[in-house]
């Protein structure tokens, strides 16, 4: 089902997103990918505060690359999600409730997935360009000194993304392979 | 002695060495780099328009639809295809009767590298060590590999790499006994493993023999080989199209989605081994397979 939401995240709107379904988010999203959530796994364990507030907040695992001068961003495709698995279910207990990435998941964070009442999307791999197109501003708002992996603020407008584990622990991946498979 | 050295060059040159210069090496490596990072081979293109015909679920052609749009964009805005511009992986056939002059070859690739990505406006992704994992912010070094052929070209593939799928790749050291029945088995089980991770619909690079390094350069090379030329061997050719057939039915499909569409080809390379072994390297790529190469 094709879907349209807004971003921060509605407790009503995740709810109603089922495995499968094909979501335009519209709204505000941050971008963390490997080195961004080592750093802010850290700030919490040493009781900091972190960069981004988590509540309700969707999270873009990706790294763009860089700006044409006039264009907001380079390309912006999703990268693999399961290198995040170590620190989503601290940042999800903590009131993230969506992931934008490419790619299966822990056991442990689907278990925080449906702990929290949250949702994981997948974005289409390898679509950086035209994944691009969709976001309207972008900036850096934390941990610039990573470069491609600082914490940026993105407007994206009817960003498309597919529901892969919803709110109540249904995964796609596992689901549509059986279904092709021959 | 600096006499001797200096006869030994014009005598090198009345045999007809060719000179090629650094600048001219660099400003070609940084041009490829930019190359294959925006445009796809024709030889991609076709199976990408092929697999968006053939693919059996809606969501798989749906989403190999906005693969054909997403390069689109890529060649006419200048947007990378991919924001993951890769680890630049550079094959140099060098002619034996070259002489490379204005400074050393390796640094005249990681040049290239470096103007390409930095001028390009690709990713850096490099990182100064595995540990400590600082960025080199200009993508190099590259990784190179080097062959020196007869002649008095130079022939240069560059290969961007990206990691997702570089890191569901594989290496399996097999017997003698596992034979073709346990190199299919490996094939399915690397692909089976990426799944969804490695961006599919995939390009799957089989390297066969050799010792543990070797099967893993030949994996790699077989990722730049032309979708549409033919392993010598029979029995190679009719592998690779049991292998593709067998991915496709896994089930996977574009953005491990669900679908026909697994796999965009299965390119094998072999090479003799030893007689105690039979290693076999799985190189994954997505379905951003870029190679650009030049003959200088």
New interface residues.
């Given amino acids: 089902m094709e879907k349209h939401i807004t971003a921060p995240l509605k407790e009503s709107d995740i709810k109603d997103l089922k495995a499968g379904d094909?979501v335009y988010i519209t709204g505000t999203i941050y971008t963390a990918r490997d080195?961004a959530h080592k750093r802010m796994y850290e700030t919490i364990g040493e009781h900091k505060e972190l960069p981004i507030k988590m509540q309700d907040t969707v999270i873009y695992y990706?790294?763009?690359?860089?700006?044409?001068q006039g264009?907001p961003i380079?390309?912006?495709?999703p990268?693999?999600a399961?290198r995040m698995d170590k620190y989503a279910p601290t940042l999800l207990d903590l009131g993230l409730k969506g992931m934008i990435g490419?790619?299966?998941r822990s056991q442990a964070v689907k278990d925080a997935i449906v702990r929290n009442k949250a949702v994981y999307f997948?974005a289409?791999?390898?679509?950086?360009?035209?994944l691009?197109?969709r976001i309207k501003s972008s900036e850096v708002i934390a941990y610039d000194d990573?470069?491609?992996e600082a914490i940026r603020r993105l407007e994206v407008e009817d960003f498309?993304v597919?529901v892969?584990i919803d709110s109540e622990g249904t995964d796609?991946?596992e689901?549509?392979?059986?279904?092709?498979?021959? | 002695m600096t006499r001797s050295k200096t006869l030994h060059c014009v005598f090198e040159r009345d045999k007809g060495m060719r000179e090629v210069d650094v600048n001219e090496i660099i400003k070609n490596i940084k041009e490829m780099c930019i190359e294959a990072n925006h445009f796809l081979s024709k030889d991609m293109k076709e199976v990408y328009d092929a697999a968006a015909v053939e693919e059996?679920?809606p969501?798989g052609r749906q989403?190999l639809g906005?693969?054909q749009?997403?390069?689109q964009?890529?060649g006419e805005?200048?947007?990378?295809?991919?924001?993951?511009?890769g680890m630049a992986v550079v094959f140099v056939k060098v002619g034996q009767e070259v002489h490379i002059t204005g400074g050393g070859l390796t640094d005249a690739v990681n040049e290239g590298v470096r103007q390409g990505y930095v001028d390009g406006?690709?990713?850096?992704?490099v990182v100064k060590d595995p540990i400590y994992?600082e960025?080199t912010?200009d993508n190099t070094p590259a990784v190179i590999h080097y062959d020196i052929v007869p002649g008095d070209k130079v022939e240069i593939t560059v290969a961007p790499k990206?990691f997702?799928s570089e890191?569901m790749s594989r290496v399996f050291m097999l017997k003698p006994a596992d034979g073709i029945e346990g190199v299919k088995e490996a094939i399915l089980t690397a692909v089976k493993d990426a799944?969804?991770?490695a961006?599919p619909p995939m390009v799957v690079g089989v390297g066969i023999g050799g010792t543990f390094e070797k099967c893993a350069f030949l994996a790699k090379k077989a990722l730049t080989r032309n979708l549409h030329e033919k392993p010598e061997k029979e029995y190679v050719r009719n592998l690779e199209e049991e292998m593709l057939e067998k991915i496709n039915?896994?089930?996977?499909?574009p953005?491990?989605?669900?679908?026909?569409k697994t796999a965009l080809a299965v390119n094998i390379e072999t090479y003799p081994t030893h007689i105690a072994g039979l290693p076999v390297a799985v190189n994954i790529c997505?379905?951003?397979n870029r190679h650009v190469t030049r003959t200088i």
């Fill in positions: 094909y080195a990706m790294g763009p690359s860089p700006a044409r264009r380079g390309s912006a495709g990268t693999t399961s490419k790619g299966k997948a289409i791999g390898g679509a950086g360009a035209l691009s197109q990573l470069g491609t498309p597919i892969v796609l991946y689901q549509a392979a059986k279904k092709y498979c021959k | 059996e679920s969501l989403i906005q693969l749009e997403n390069l964009i890529a805005d200048m947007i990378p295809i991919c924001q993951d511009t406006y690709l990713r850096k992704s994992r960025n912010k990206g997702g890191n799944g969804p991770n961006c039915r896994l089930g996977i499909g953005g491990g989605l669900g679908g026909t997505c379905h951003v």
